[in-house]
């Protein structure tokens, strides 16, 4: 038997980090074979329906939960059936995206830099360092009172607050002076125009990092890390103290977007197992792997359902017995779309063998050439 490649490496790999004589190395190799042999799958085996059972059942056993984040106020993630909805619906946006951010081993150890470089990431907003934001009606303006404390916490001086405004608000005249901004527009404005501006200046992006509302400096062990809420993994990922090969969200489209499709189909298998285990429920991870592989086998990420998996089945009946059959069947009727019957709902439907197990091979009794008991042909 003939091990595969990236195996016989990883083996090779394991004989140099820990220094096997030749006789061990056999020994590790003949083990490595019977594993490998007691994993294949038997053919004709129904992995599909098997993956199906394999995380619905458990997934009937999950409740309604939130797990908060211990010591962060109001951050919560999305766990349990909420969770797992999310992912085999392919959610474009999770409801609530985090991001666990590793760091250099630089800074891994020094809780004071942890600290600075989660203040660096934090979002900061006009509304989180303003003290009131108001609207003169004599003067049609809106005026600002910036909070020296929240400035003095944020490390944000008025100037930058002066230079951020006028960037996003070109065409206004701004002046600045004793923590004060007033902001008016050069041409008049009617009323309503003032106080829609007023609501657009409190949302001004002033520092740190779009899409990070909280961080939350957490020990592991022997190392610091950063968790967040929000999550804006491009941004984070050209920091120079932040470790890029561990850092991740849980966030797949945007994981498909930074990195690739490989690393959105291993955060999904890692999500629903995360769901699974976080609850002590365990399943074999193959099965999230099988389910992860056939969402990302194109190149992008495609939902279980009607808009995604099972309604892109090249089989007719297969898509008509999900949902809106009609929709199916006039509309592969309309372009003379044939049914191969190649898989198993629409063999099921024509009361015919499914191509699973026994049925996979065609064999046929050829009775002519049957004997009886006695010997005499039939």
Known sequence: MVLPESIMRNLEEKKVLYKLSEAKFKALIALAEKQYEKAKVAPGEAVGVVAAQSIGEPGTQLNMRTKWLSGARDTTTTGGLPRLIELFDAKRVPSTPVMIIYLNSKYVHNEDEVRKIAMNILEVNLSDIAQDISVDLGKMRVEIELNPESMKYFKITEKKVYEKISEQFKGYKITTGSGKINVKPKDELDLKSIYKLKVKLRDTYISGIKGITQVLPDKQGDNWIIKTAGSNLREVLKMPEVDIKNTKTNDIFETLEVLGI??????????????????????????????????????????VGRYGLSGSKSSVLARASFEVPLKHLFGAALHGEVDPLESVVENVMLNQPVPVGTGVVDLFVESPKLEDKKGNKR
Do not use: P
Request: glycine share 4%.
């Open 262 to 303: 490989e690393a959105a189909r291993n955060l999904i298998v890692e999500e629903i197992y995360n769901v699974l285990v976080g609850q002590n429920i365990y399943s074999n991870v193959r099965h999230f792997m099988l389910v992860a592989d056939l969402m990302t086998s194109d190149g992008t990420i495609k939902s």
